[in-house]
C-alpha cells in the first residue's frame, strides 16, 4: 500500500540531493498560473458579475449575490450542533490563548544619547480569510485565520467560503456558525481562484483587502502567486503532509493511523514515515491495511494518498540520519515518535509544526492544541513559518534625533553617501550644518 525507500549504508548526500531523493506529491503552481489569470482578470473587470457566473460555472449554483446575509449566520449559529459549538468554542478559547501570548510590544533603542529608534508594530487594515469547502468542511481554518488576525488587532476582515449547492448557494452551514461564533459579519459565497482576485481588487460588494490567507486548491495558491506583491498572502498551501521520525519505541498502530489521519484529506496528501527499525516499517505497513479498510474516503483519497509517489517509508541507518532526512524534507506536520522524543524536537530546524511523543498527534493541533494549523508545505518550512499574529503585523522603525546626536554622525552619512555616489544624500545632511558637516 505504501513504497519504501531505503538510505541505509550509504553516507547520506547533503542539501539538494538529499530532497531530490525523498518523496513529494506533483504540484505544478506554474502551470495552474496560466489558468486563473484570466479568471482574475474577468473579476478585475466585472466584478460580481464574473463571480455569478463562476459559481454557477464552478460550483453549480445560480447566485442573487455573493455575500452572505447576516440572517444566514444568526440561523446557521442556532441550527449548529451544541456538541460541535462547544469543541468549535473549546478551539478558539485554547487558540486565542496562544496567540494572545505572540502579541509583540513596541521597544525603543538609545542609539546615542539624542538618538533613538522605535520600532513599532501596526496591524494590516484589512484582511481576506479563505476557507476552503470541496472535499471537506474546514471550520477549524476559520478559526485559525481568524483568531490570529484579531488578536494582531485587524480592524476590517472578511471570509470567503465556496457556494454549495447543497445549502442553497450558501458556504457550508458549519462555515458560517464559525464564522458567527468569531464575530466575523462579512462573509462572500466565492470560491476558488476569483475568491482571491475578489479580495485583491475589490468589487461592488467587496472592499480590497490588503492580505489574502487561508489554505485551498492548486487554484487557489496560483492565484495567491498571481497578486503577490499586491497583496499580502500567507503561504501559496500545497497538498498537505505528515512525517513521523520514529523509532523502536513507537505505536505501530498510533504511526498507521496518523499517516491515515493527513492522507485522508486530499489523493495527493503526503504521508512519511522515516525511521530506523525495519520492524517498525513492516508493522506500520501490515497495520495500514485494516486501519484504512475501516476507515471513510478510502477508494477516493486515501488510497492514492498512499501509495502516491509523494508518500513512502524512508529506512535509515540510526536517529540522527533520521534528521537530517525531516530537516531536508521540511514536513508540515512532523511527528517525533522516538526515545527522548522532546530532545529530539529540539534538534529539528525545519518543520512547519512538531508534534512530541506518542499523546500529541497531527489531529490535536489540528483543532485543539492552541497552536496554528495554516503551515508552509512543499518544504518551504526551510524558509517559511506557519500563520501567526506576527503574519498580520508589520514593523515600522521610527528614528528620532536631535541636532547634536545627527551632528556626532553626519560626516559618516556623508562619507557612506559619496561612497555609493550618491552626493545628494550627502547634502540633505550638509543642508541641516550649513553645507559644512561637523567633524569634515
Known amino acids: 500500500m505504501i513504497s519504501r525507500i531505503d538510505l541505509r549504508g550509504d553516507a547520506l548526500p547533503e542539501g539538494p ?70 469543541a468549535l468554542e473549546e478551539s478558539i478559547r485554547r487558540a486565542r490563548l496562544v496567540h494572545c501570548a505572540q502579541r509583540r510590544a513596541p521597544h525603543t533603542v ?58 442553497g448557494g450558501l458556504p457550508h452551514p458549519t462555515i458560517l456558525a464559525a464564522c458567527a461564533l468569531l464575530g466575523i459579519d462579512e462573509v462572500y459565497a466565492v470560491g476558488g481562484a476569483q475568491a482571491v482576485a475578489m479580495f485583491a481588487y475589490g468589487t461592488e460588494t467587496c472592499a480590497p483587502a490588503n492580505m489574502v490567507t487561508g489554505p485551498g486548491n492548486i487554484w487557489v ?28 519505541t513507537a505505536d505501530p498502530a498510533h504511526v498507521a493511523s496518523d499517516l491515515i489521519s493527513q492522507a485522508e484529506h486530499d489523493p495527493l496528501a503526503a504521508a512519511v514515515l522515516v525511521t530506523d527499525s525495519e520492524a517498525l516499517a513492516d508493522a506500520v505497513a501490515k497495520e495500514l491495511v485494516p486501519q484504512v479498510a475501516a476507515t471513510k474516503h478510502v477508494e477516493d483519497r486515501i488510497v492514492p494518498a498512499l501509495q502516491g509517489r509523494q508518500s513512502a517509508i524512508v529506512l535509515v541507518d540510526g536517529v540522527e540520519e533520521g534528521l537530517r532526512v525531516v530537516d531536508a524534507y521540511g514536513a508540515e ?13 529540539e534538534r529539528v530546524k525545519n518543520a ?89
Open 221 to 248: 495558491a496560483a492565484a495567491k502567486r498571481y497578486f503577490t506583491g499586491r497583496i499580502g498572502i500567507d503561504t501559496e498551501a500545497g497538498p498537505t503532509e505528515i512525517a513521523v521520525l520514529a523509532d523502536d
Open 352 to 440: 512547519g509544526a512538531i508534534f512530541v511523543g506518542p499523546w500529541s498527534p497531527v489531529s490535536l493541533g489540528d483543532y485543539c492544541a492552541g497552536s496554528n494549523h495554516v503551515l508552509p508545505t512543499g518544504g518551504c518550512a526551510c524558509h517559511s513559518s506557519g500563520l501567526s499574529v506576527q503574519s498580520f503585523l508589520r514593523g515600522i522603525h521610527i528614528v528620532d534625533y536631535t541636532r547634536e546626536a545627527l551632528a556626532d554622525v553626519a560626516h559618516h552619512v556623508v562619507t557612506l553617501a559619496e561612497a555609493e555616489d550618491l552626493p545628494a544624500h550627502g547634502a540633505a545632511v550638509k543642508a541641516r550644518f550649513g553645507w559644512k558637516v561637523p567633524g569634515q
Open 110 to 167: 538609545q542609539v546615542v544619547p539624542g538618538g533613538k529608534v522605535t520600532e513599532k508594530w501596526v496591524p494590516v487594515e484589512r484582511v481576506g480569510l479563505y476557507a476552503p469547502g470541496g472535499r471537506s468542511v474546514y471550520p477549524s481554518s476559520v478559526i485559525m485565520n481568524a483568531v490570529p488576525a484579531q488578536e494582531a488587532g485587524v480592524g476590517s476582515m472578511a471570509l470567503a467560503s465556496p457556494p454549495q449547492a447543497d445549502f
Open 17 to 86: 540531493a538529499l530532497r531530490a531523493l525523498l518523496p513529494r506529491a506533483d504540484f505544478d503552481v506554474a502551470a495552474a498560473l496560466e489558468k486563473v489569470r484570466p479568471i482574475c482578470e474577468d473579476v478585475h473587470h466585472r466584478g460580481d458579475a464574473a463571480l455569478i457566473e463562476y459559481a454557477e460555472k464552478f460550483d453549480g449554483v445560480r447566485l442573487d449575490q455573493v455575500r452572505v446575509p447576516a440572517a444566514a449566520l444568526k440561523e446557521a449559529l442556532a441550527g449548529l450542533d451544541p456538541v460541535v459549538r462547544e
Open 333 to 345: 506536520h512532523l511527528e517525533i515518535q522516538t526515545a527522548d522524543a522532546p530532545s529530539v524536537a
